[in-house]
């Protein structure tokens, strides 16, 4: 096998560390009386403990020294990549930097170290921060009313769709299913199924957009609902998305705005004006808070006027007379809750700084520039790995394939995915959507400058040609990090789910 090949001036960083290997983990550092901290000398009187509070045996704690302590813990540090250390291109997820003003902002005492179940008068702050942020993401949205619960955008989904559910129950007219697209992520047909529905498929046509005949010919009395991104999972705007949006309402049913691709527009035009009715934002994709692997995080939904009664409680809102802010449980026609308290207070924050800290001018920006950092990817990248589908123009992500190398070499998307990791870079989404053969998805977000787009298809481009020269390279990789090619079938098939 050749050696690994690391281009200098990569801007990415390797997940390599630096200093000898650990020994283990902390168990195996441990050697008797080996202490990390000490104790200032008592300054109150000794007490006794009641017998049956002692320990029978001693903690079985590791015994280590404070330097070996930070060695390890920042060895451990040095493994990971995150949206700190380089670009993180992985279509649909929009991993992006997160400013850390956000971060000083959400650690203000004020909003730190309030309880939730403090009385209204005292957290006057926090709550007109829960108000002032639903105004923004309605304005922003085009939706009337917003809730801030759900802890992640799958959960939006779910809240949408009970939101949904609650509107046709209410007419009288339970239905049973929601047409989401054959790219959809997913977590829409799992919250479809949550949500007591059942999921009917919608193909997309040969320009990777819903084919609205088939559309029309599916929808009937018993559709609930469409669920749809836009741009969608493709990376493609949906051009005929106010045909789409009236024929779902045209059989009385609802569409449902998956947020997770808000980030292309923000600024430039509102689910709401397209004609959907309920709207939900990952806050961790659209306005940079951390996506704190899998949680806490934030998923607000909005809803045009008619569905506001059956958001969750508890609601924000603002004695018009007084300007006070009170939390409201009463609401009767509420789907319920869908998490404690108001949602996951910390995020909203940071949210909050991030969406007032652009403004719309700013926010615009933000938009423009993802869909202008895709589309210089996209053609830097497009000899090697053409777009899935090369008559329309992507958004903020796109989706190429490696079917051609494939084809010419036998090395697949997940091969070049892996050398990736050996050139210094987090690698993009492979196989999603799974209507386009070797997908390979592509989100490099406004965050990036041109020289680390540069940077990154310089290490695409190397993978290619590597898999023409050197294919035994990209079936071995990654050959640099300290755990090589995993088995990912092996992972699903046999999960650990205790250690
Ligand atoms: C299109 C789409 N919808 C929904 C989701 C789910 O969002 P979350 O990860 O916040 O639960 C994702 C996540 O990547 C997504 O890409």
Redesign the pocket.
Known sequence: MSEPVVTPGHVGAPVRRQGPPGLGTLKDLSRPGRRASSFPPLDVPEADLPAEQLRRSAADLPQVAERDLVSHFTRLSQLNYGVDTGLYPLG???MKYNPKIAETVAALPGFARIHPLQPDHTVQGALELIWRLERALCAITGMARATLQPP??????LTGLLIMRRHHTKQGDPRTRVVIPDS??G??PASVRLAGYEALHVPSDDRGLIDLSALERLVDGSVAGLML?NPN?LGLFEEDIERITDVVHGVGGLVYY?G??LNAILGRCRPGDMGFDIVHI?T??TFATP?GG?GP?A?PVGVTEALVPYLPVPVVERDEATGAFRVEDDRPDSIGRMHGFLGNFGILVRAYAYVFLHGRDGLKEVAERAVLNANYLASLLADAFPLAYPDGRPMHEFVATAKPLKDRTGIRAMDVAKRVIDLGFHPSTVYFPLVVEEAMMVEPTETETKESLDAFAAAMLQAAREAETDPDLLHQAPVTTPVRRLDDAHAARHLKLRW
Not at 152 to 157: I, L, S, T, Y
Request: charged share 10%; proline share 0%.
């Open positions: 649909s997820c929009s992640a955008g799958a959960c939006g989904e959809a992520h977590t829409n991104t999972t998956d997770a691709n990952n961790h994709k996506h899998g995080g998923g």
